[in-house]
T-cell receptor
Framework: DSGVTQTPKHLITATGQRVTLRCSPRSGDLSVYWYQQSLDQGLQFLIQYYNGEERAKGNILERFSAQQFPDLHSELNLSSLELGDSALYFC????????????FGDGTRLSIL | GEDVEQSLFLSVREGDSSVINCTYTDSSSTYLYWYKQEPGAGLQLLTYIFSNMDMKQDQRLTVLLNKKDKHLSLRIADTQTGDSAIYFCAETVAGGSYIPTFGRGTSLIVHP
């Protein structure tokens, strides 16, 4: 158990819809990272938050957004969903300091019908 | 730029040693990581090595780093069926955002 909790585990929805994925980091971790894992693209970094502020941005689409709340949990919002958004979405957290290893949640599997 | 390459598949017999290889392109890498992903689960951190080290051993796991060739390997001794999983290599580089770049993963299949 990594200590990172993601909900829901599975999500099935239709094109054009909007969903919210939730992540609770390990106790004490200030950084939260979001990744998308698909068969054709591998593991793609989307965005990082540190103590409520956006710290780094990766290959995140404009239709996607995220935030980190004062209690350090984070949400990833995906809107105007397309078939190609079907993937596993992982959250990871790390302790304060650069180069701290990331600890991953079990992911949310998003299926777009 | 950063690029991390791994072979896609490795098949070994139970009890043998497994060696999973990874190459990277950025010579300013600072930390290199190995993660394991079992079906239906997230990535589990197995071990990591700082770039000024050549080797790190942790029970059945041995990590070897060849900085000259930009080559990282993970050796699993006495491989068991429970070791069947996808193994990801990742690196972070100095002067960047310290976001790791991941390889595509090597699927390790252990057969009796």
């Amino acid at each position: 158990d990594s200590g990172v909790t993601q909900t829901p585990k599975h999500l099935i929805t239709a094109t054009g819809q909007r969903v919210t994925l939730r992540c609770s980091p390990r106790s004490g971790d200030l950084s939260v990272y979001w990744y998308q894992q698909s068969l054709d693209q591998g593991l793609q970094f989307l965005i990082q938050y540190y103590n409520g502020e956006e710290r780094a941005k990766g290959n995140i689409l404009e239709r996607f957004s995220a935030q980190q709340f004062p209690d350090l949990h984070s949400e990833l919002n995906l809107s105007s969903l397309e078939l190609g958004d079907s993937a596993l979405y992982f959250c990871a957290s790390s302790a304060q300091g650069d180069n701290q290893p990331q600890h991953f949640g079990d992911g949310t599997r998003l299926s777009i019908l | 730029g950063e690029d991390v390459e791994q072979s896609l598949f490795l098949s070994v017999r139970e009890g043998d040693s497994s060696v999973i290889n990874c190459t990277y392109t950025d010579s300013s890498s600072t930390y290199l990581y190995w993660y394991k992903q079992e079906p239906g689960a997230g990535l589990q951190l197995l071990t990591y090595i700082f770039s000024n080290m050549d080797m790190k051993q942790d029970q059945r796991l041995t990590v070897l780093l060849n900085k000259k060739d930009k080559h990282l390997s993970l050796r699993i001794a006495d491989t068991q069926t429970g070791d069947s999983a996808i193994y990801f290599c990742a690196e972070t580089v100095a002067g960047g955002s310290y976001i790791p770049t991941f390889g595509r993963g090597t699927s390790l299949i252990v057969h009796p």
